[in-house]
């Protein structure tokens, strides 16, 4: 069965770096897509990052562009995002979710999510 | 960026009865609109993609309708393990993929 474990979470202070990974395994990761989608204290569902399945093409949330970078390691089913110059509004649960096909589907499996808290 | 409207905000209804769950789209997008459902401490679950074709493993009850801006998620008898927050989401036009506010299913 499809599983996705979210690590790398925590409490940092603000402009500081944070990297989360993201296992995968019960399918050909190197054939699907793969997203980060946060959700802050609260609030609802947002859509951070997409890496297409052979990692070329990436893509953004405008407010984080230039601060995360998404990456993956096909040889070792894993996923990363990057998060630099961390703010207080990036503070949320983090999930990692497999696209439903190669880029640009529905999310259709995701883990428990990782959390971080950017704060002073 | 395509801005989805979720309605009611809060759903109470007792299980057995029917839930009919809104979205409506600020601009056209076909049918590229999914619904999850989301638990507290869980992962969120996808029910629904491309408007109307039920996930993997998703029970009857659960069916979505819709094209262009509105959009429906129906729950035909709400089972106790139903009652949770649901989301849309659009793909149509992205960067960025967003989602509606949420509609929370609670029991009356």
């Known amino acids: 069965q499809v599983q996705l474990v979210e690590s790398g979470g925590g409490v940092v202070q603000p402009g500081r770096s944070l990297r989360l990974s993201c296992a995968a395994s019960g399918f050909t990761f190197n054939t699907y897509g793969m997203h980060w989608v946060r959700q802050a204290p609260g609030k609802g569902l947002e859509w951070v990052a997409l890496i297409s399945y052979d990692g070329i093409n990436k893509y953004y949330l405008d407010s984080v562009k230039g601060r995360f970078t998404i990456s993956r390691d096909n040889s070792k089913n894993t996923l990363f995002l990057q998060m630099d110059s961390l703010r207080a509004e990036d503070t949320a649960m983090y999930y990692c979710?497999?696209?439903?096909?190669?880029?640009?589907?529905?999310?259709?499996?995701w883990g428990q999510g990782t959390r971080v808290t950017v704060s002073s | 960026e395509i801005v989805l409207t979720q309605s009611p905000a809060t759903l109470s209804l007792s299980a057995g009865e029917r839930a009919t769950l809104s979205c409506r789209a600020s601009q056209s997008i076909s049918t590229f609109l999914a619904w999850y459902q989301h638990k507290p401490g869980q992962a969120p679950r996808l029910l629904i993609y491309d408007a109307s074709k039920r996930a993997t493993g998703i029970p009857a009850r659960f069916s979505g309708s819709g094209s262009g801006t509105d959009f429906t998620l129906t729950i035909s008898s709400l089972e106790p393990e139903d009652f949770a927050v649901y989301y849309c989401q659009q793909r149509s036009n992205w960067p960025p993929y967003t989602f509606g506010q949420g509609t929370k299913l609670e029991i009356k």
């Open positions: 979710a497999k696209d439903l096909g190669g880029i640009a589907m529905d999310f259709d499996y």
